[in-house]
């Protein structure tokens, strides 16, 4: 006779946020299809229900469950707050853009909560098996999201493109995966480091080729170079709330995962994913901001921005110290704030039939609408990395890791590479302040917009100010102190 007991809840206490944002998630579908006239509550009650993930994420204090499957610690935390934030800011925005563009969908705001249950699970993810399937969870819902514009032909371009090549990433971790199982005979992460030693495979091929095979398939999500050929066709085509989405959860839970798995899996080839992290950030680098100085589209150009951003944030990563990573986790937090003011900016400016996505439709703004053309002129210097904003500051912790970790010519790198990337961003900036109007624009300042924006600039200029409180609540989350 087979004895069963009650499962104590205690056991699901460290997905207790995720298992929140899907009762959520399947609450705003019932809302829309049974209550369609209350649709307007949508945005605001996933503002409500990701504030209230937000405390109870903060209240994980290093819970392991399921066998060592999920690990909900301060270090995944940090990376939750930021997805969060992400959700949380583009909601603000999208009921803006959703009027602008006749977008009537409910189902927006539920793909973007199980987006986020996805990167909530990457975070916490102590087994490969729990992160690809959080990484599949993540991506299916913005393929969704990317090509929810049906009468759109950028919109369902863009979904394809990056449905067929995020399932060739994803084949790629697979195998990845599947190699170093049976090489280890596990997938639980920090097993896998203790069966590197104990199973003398610290020299062996085969384990390096399916790390290899991994890291390639993490660079894809986070758009490092050569696997970010994706991201400007995709974020063009994609919403616009939702491009901003995109630019910052996803890469705050690939970089979470870049960490879990070199630093704990893999902590003893260091010297040889070093190496190539370091020759991928030098080449994103190289490409994100070299091809931005061509773009006349401020979305194209904000996406070779984000490939650029990918590689400064790798120089982190790639120090294998805790220093380095930390510096990741703050900088990643910088950069949801100022890109997400700058899509904002771009939200606000689009009109029904007219997304306003040229530089030319930015001549003169600073004459017709000066507080818009004043918060896009500070989050501009901040992707610049000019001083006080939090861009700078983000970038010289950055720097100081690497240098420290003995990484000079990245360090050169990035100090040639941000100078050159101030060219595409402060021209956004001439065209504002030393150019004529091209045309009056009236700006709808919604409580969202202003919300969003108020959010963004709190966050750069008081990262930018008051630099040493981030920096340390992301050294004390990565040491689970």
């Not at 909560?113 to 990457?122: D, E, K, N, R, Y």
């Not at 120089?315 to 100022?338: D, I, K, N």
């Not at 990395?385 to 861009?391: E, F, M, N, Q």
Request: hydrophobic share 55%; aromatic share 12%; net charge neutral.
């Amino acid at each position: 006779m087979i004895n069963t007991a009650l499962v104590s809840w205690k056991a699901f206490g460290p997905i207790i946020p995720e298992m929140f944002l899907v009762c959520i998630g399947l609450f705003l579908i019932g809302l829309d299809v049974f209550a369609p006239k209350r649709r307007e509550l949508l945005p605001w009650l996933t503002v409500v229900g990701c504030l209230a993930a937000l405390l109870m994420v903060a209240g994980e204090k290093n819970i392991v469950g399921f066998g060592g499957m999920i690990i909900a610690d301060s270090y995944a935390a940090f990376f939750k707050v930021i997805c969060l934030l992400g959700v949380i800011m583009a909601a603000l925005m999208s009921e803006h853009f959703r009027r602008t563009e006749g977008l009537k969908q409910g189902e927006y705001y539920s793909l973007m909560i199980f987006s986020a249950v996805g990167m909530l699970l990457m975070a916490s993810a102590g087994d490969l098996m729990v992160l690809y399937l959080g990484l599949e969870l993540m991506a299916l819902s913005i393929y969704c999201l990317v090509g929810l514009p049906r009468n759109d032909g950028r919109s369902a371009e863009a979904a394809m493109k990056y449905l067929l090549m995020g399932g060739f990433a994803s084949a790629i971790l697979l195998y990845g995966i599947s190699i170093v199982y049976g090489l280890t005979g596990t997938t639980n992460i920090s097993q896998i480091a203790k069966f590197t030693v104990s199973g003398n495979l610290l020299h062996n091929p085969a384990l390096l080729a399916g790390l290899g095979l991994m890291i390639a398939a993490f660079c894809f999500k986070v758009a490092i170079a050569p696997f970010h050929f994706w991201t400007p066709d995709v974020y063009e085509g994609a919403p616009t709330a939702i491009t901003a989405f995109m630019s910052v959860g996803p890469k705050a839970a690939g970089f979470a995962v870049f960490g879990r798995v070199l630093f704990t899996g893999f902590p003893q080839f260091h010297d040889q994913w070093g190496i190539l992290l370091s020759s991928l950030a030098l080449l994103t680098m190289a490409i994100g901001n070299i091809t931005a100085l061509s773009q006349t589209s401020i979305k194209r150009m904000l996406a070779y921005s984000a490939v650029a951003h990918a590689g400064y944030s790798l120089l982190g990563v790639l120090s294998g110290t805790a220093e380095g990573m930390s510096a990741t986790m703050t900088y990643l937090l910088t950069y949801g704030f100022m890109n997400m003011g700058a899509f904002a900016i771009l939200v606000l400016l689009a009109s029904p039939g007219n997304r306003r996505e040229s530089l030319e439709d930015y001549k003169g703004l600073s004459k017709t609408n000066p507080l818009a053309a004043f918060l896009m002129l500070i989050f501009m210097f901040s992707l610049t990395g000019i001083p006080p904003t939090a861009g700078f500051v983000g970038k010289f912790y950055l720097l100081k890791a690497a240098l420290g970790a003995g990484y000079t010519m990245t360090v050169i790198g990035l100090v040639i590479f941000s100078s050159i990337s101030a060219f595409f961003y402060l021209r956004v900036v001439r065209y504002m302040y030393m150019s004529d109007p091209q045309e009056n624009i009236a700006l709808d300042f919604t409580p969202g917009i202003y919300a969003v924006l108020g959010i963004a600039l709190l966050g750069v200029l008081g990262i930018g100010l008051f630099p040493g409180s981030v920096i340390g609540q992301a050294a004390t989350a990565l040491l689970g102190q």
